[in-house]
Structure formats: C-alpha cells, structure tokens
T-cell receptor, first 116, second 108 residues
Framework: DVKVTQSSRYLVKRTGEKVFLECVQD?????MFWYRQDPGLGLRLIYF???????EKGDIPEGYSVSREKKERFSLILESASTNQTSMYLC???????????????FGDGTRLSIL | KNEVEQSPQNLTAQEGEFITINCSYS?????LHWLQQHPGGGIVSLFM???GKKKHGRLIATINIQEKHSSLHITASHPRDSAVYIC??????????FGAGTRLTVKP
C-alpha cells in the first residue's frame, strides 16, 4: 500500500514566521503535489514536482515555495506566514503515466495549519 | 463559475437508502476521479473512469462524456459511508480540477 506521510496533523504558527510542511512517500512515485483545501473551494494546487529538483507552479503559488531534494520528500515552505494562509494542506503523489493527471493520486492525511 | 460543480453540497440520508451524488464539468477531460475524504482529512481515491460505469462493492460510478456529467451512487448506505465525496477531472491540458465536495451524513 502506498503511504504518504505528512509531518504534522495540526500546526499553529504566528504571522511572519517561516513555516515548513514536510511530505514523504514510500512508493518511488515521480510526481508529488501540494494542495490547500478551503471550505466551498475544493482543493487548489499550490505547486507540483515531477522529478527531483524540478517544480512547477500550480494555481495559487504566491506566498509559497517548495523543495524536492530527494525523490521521496517534497517540502512546502511558507516564507512569511500570513493569516490568509490558515488552511488544510494536503500532499499527494502519483506515478508518471499518460500525463500525470491520469494516474490516481495518493493523499496524505493533511495538515491543519493555523496562523495567528 | 467553477469548472467542476457538484450537487448537492450537503446530503443527509437514513441507513439503507440509495444515494446519488452528481458532478458536472465544463472542460475537456481525459479522466474523471471520485475521491472520499473522511473526518480528519485523509483522502482516498475511489474511482478513475473515462467512459461507462465502474462498480466496487456498494459504490457505482457512471460517466456520460457527451453530457459532461458523472454520478456516484451508494447502495444500501451505512453510517460508515459518512464522508465528503469529491469529484475531480483530469483536464486535457493535464491539469486536475476539483469540485468543492459533497458532505454526506448517513444516520442509523
């Protein structure tokens, strides 16, 4: 079974702090994704990565950066946290196939981040 | 307007009822996904389909490509089916687009 592990289930940080969210997958998947989920809006893609050291902006990359130094680990960084970044953050991974979006994505349990 | 619309937003049913959740989309797609999210956040992929119908246990997913519409059915619903069900599409430009989800509560 694919396991996608996010480092924290709940996190509380202060405005202006630099925040790191970590995600690790154990199935040697090429693709990894970071989403945020807000009520009534569904999941929105922040960044994705299709290989080590490669990254692509999603729909809402502003205020975020990512790092993928190893294939199994994809980190989301909030450079200077703001209250509007309070949200549920979900990491996912998938195999490369006929276009990354045609492969099932495997999700972590999510990190509920509160910025005070 | 969202590219993926789900209805209803919230659904309450009695145990044993037949449930239908609908999804309409406005973009060209290569596949449609149904996902389940339990309280606490974890998301599980239920189905990925590009035509016709798929069945897994008490769950059935159908898609009509011409009408750009999909339905998720649950037969003999049970309280453990209570979750948020999310429709997502793999758009032809390789993007994934997600619906806002349908919150299902099944009462005993």
């Amino acid at each position: 079974d694919v396991k996608v592990t996010q480092s924290s289930r709940y996190l509380v940080k202060r405005t202006g702090e630099k925040v790191f969210l970590e995600c690790v997958q154990d199935m040697d998947h090429e693709n990894m994704f970071w989403y945020r989920q807000d009520p009534g809006l569904g999941l929105r893609l922040i960044y994705f990565s299709y290989d080590v050291k490669m990254k692509e902006k999603g729909d809402i990359p502003e205020g975020y950066s990512v790092s993928r130094e190893k294939k199994e680990r994809f980190s989301l960084i909030l450079e200077s946290a703001s209250t509007n970044q309070t949200s549920m953050y979900l990491c996912a991974s998938s195999r490369t196939g006929r276009g990354y979006s045609n492969q099932p994505q495997h999700f972590g349990d999510g990190t509920r981040l509160s910025i005070l | 307007k969202n590219e993926v619309e789900q209805s209803p937003q919230n659904l309450t049913a009695q145990e044993g009822e037949f449930i239908t959740i609908n999804c309409s989309y406005s973009v060209g797609i290569s596949a449609l996904h149904w996902l389940q999210q339990h309280p606490g956040g974890g998301i599980v992929s239920l189905f990925m389909l590009s035509s016709g119908k798929k069945k897994h246990g008490r769950l059935i997913a159908t898609i009509n490509i011409q009408e750009k519409h999909s339905s998720l059915h649950i037969t003999a619903s049970h309280p453990r089916d209570s979750a948020v069900y999310i429709c997502a599409v793999s758009a032809n430009n390789n993007d994934m687009r997600f619906g806002a989800g349908t919150r299902l509560t099944v009462k005993p």
